[in-house]
């Protein structure tokens, strides 16, 4: 129970690595606000688990592109548990086609959910994080910003933008008792991986040392550990999380 007493904030909660951050940083003691956009019930559903299994959750709905939802986030976490100590930016999304088929929306859809959010919930954070001198700040990445894949210049261009911004930050708040850190997946077995091709997963697997696609709960462990004490001396960096894949 390393996280006990911790509150924290984690958004895009409501599935695959999102759902799976939240259940372990609960497990690990932490009260969790589960926030998500598309859908509440989900975000629901997964703060239920929670506390059924004896936690303390909150079921947040909004959209981390928008300044106002986003500082709707953190107060509600300070209303709720009476402190933020944790941030998780998950949420994300895809628009994937080959650039000179890519549209403007496709472009800022997925820079202002992926980026812009990380930016704005991290400014709304940042501020009573400040004040208790004290804070984790956790943003996912994913390898394809570090080495970038066919389809996905919006994607990977997000996501590099997203370890540029951690490194940043880390510098401007590590005084004030505040670390910020990426987590950078790889092939993970979420709704995205279970639509590929069976002739496509298994060429990808090829290229992962490890043999096999990476679990939810492989990516939220890391997290985990990077919002307890023991990583405290840890700030601004970005840990890969792929099974060797970008060795």
């Not at 895009?12 to 589960?34: D, N, R, Y």
Request: aromatic content about 4%; hydrophobic content about 45%; charged content about 15%.
């Amino acid at each position: 129970m390393q996280l006990s007493g911790k509150s924290a904030l984690v958004t895009g909660g409501g599935t695959g690595i999102g759902k799976a951050i939240c259940l372990e940083l609960a497990s690990q003691g932490a009260k969790v606000a589960v926030a998500n956009r598309s859908s509440i019930a989900a975000a629901q559903a997964v703060a239920d688990e929670i506390v059924a299994a004896g936690g303390q959750a909150i079921a947040l709905q909004g959209n981390v592109a928008l300044a106002a939802d986003a500082d709707n986030f953190i107060q509600q976490v300070l209303t709720s548990f009476g402190a933020l100590d944790i941030v998780v930016n998950n949420a994300g999304t895809t628009r994937d086609t080959l650039l000179m088929r890519m549209s403007e929306d496709d472009w800022d859809t997925v820079l202002d959910t992926n980026l812009k959010g990380t930016f704005l919930i991290t400014r709304a954070a940042i501020r009573p994080m400040m004040k208790a001198r004290r804070g984790k700040i956790i943003n996912i990445s994913s390898v394809m910003g570090l080495v970038g894949n066919p389809g996905q210049a919006n994607y990977s261009a997000s996501k590099a933008g997203i370890i540029g911004f951690t490194r940043t930050v880390a510098k401007e708040v590590g005084s004030r008792g505040i670390q910020v850190n990426a987590v950078a997946p790889g092939f993970i077995e979420t709704a995205m991986t279970d639509a590929l091709k069976p002739e496509l997963k298994d060429t990808v697997i090829k290229q992962i040392p490890a043999g096999r696609l990476g679990h939810p709960d492989d990516v939220a462990k890391v997290v985990a550990f990077l919002c307890s004490p023991a990583a405290d001396y840890i700030t601004g960096q970005t840990i890969t999380v792929d099974g060797g894949m970008t060795i």
